[in-house]
């Protein structure tokens, strides 16, 4: 029986390792260094371009930028004061027009983006939470 405890603690273990809640300094060093791809959040479909560009943010000095459906995307982007708290500003999008899911897709991301109060790292996801819709998780990507 002693075996069974010892293989259920190790596996434990490995499942829990990977996630990790860093400072909000040390978060936004990790953040700076990579572009992040949004690749599931909750049941949405997430669109791509015809030319197969994803919903990818960046982040630098404060900033928050990328593609964010249809338009691109620039708002200010606090990690803390608290350890996984986080707060995103009203941002801008350039006015370009697409098919109206993706102009769906884009508002529905863009609101529940802004509403996010919380960040957790998982191994190359970053999650994002807020109140209003299911957690957002974005994978690292190398830098441009």
């Known amino acids: 029986m002693y075996w069974f405890a010892a293989i259920a603690m190790t596996i434990f ?3 829990t ?3 990790s809640t860093p400072s909000p300094d040390a978060m936004k060093h990790i953040a700076e260094r990579n572009r992040w791809e949004l690749a599931h959040w909750g049941n ?3 669109p791509y371009e015809d030319d197969g560009e994803a919903v990818i943010l960046g982040f630098k000095d404060g900033k928050v930028s990328g593609h964010a459906g ?3 995307y620039a708002a200010a ?3 803390g004061p608290k350890t ?3 707060s995103v500003s009203h941002g801008i999008t350039t006015r370009m027009a697409c098919e109206p899911k993706r102009m769906e897709f884009e508002a529905a991301f863009i609101r529940a983006f802004e509403a996010s109060v919380r960040y957790r790292l998982d191994g190359e996801s970053l999650l994002f939470e807020s109140a209003i819709a299911q957690p957002m ?3 690292r990507r190398p830098p441009e």
């Open 13 to 15: 273990s490995l499942l």
């Open 17 to 19: 390792a990977c996630v």
């Open 84 to 86: 996984g708290e986080v």
């Open 70 to 72: 249809c338009n691109r």
């Open 137 to 139: 998780e974005f994978y």
């Open 77 to 79: 982007l606090t990690f």
């Open 44 to 46: 949405q479909v997430i």
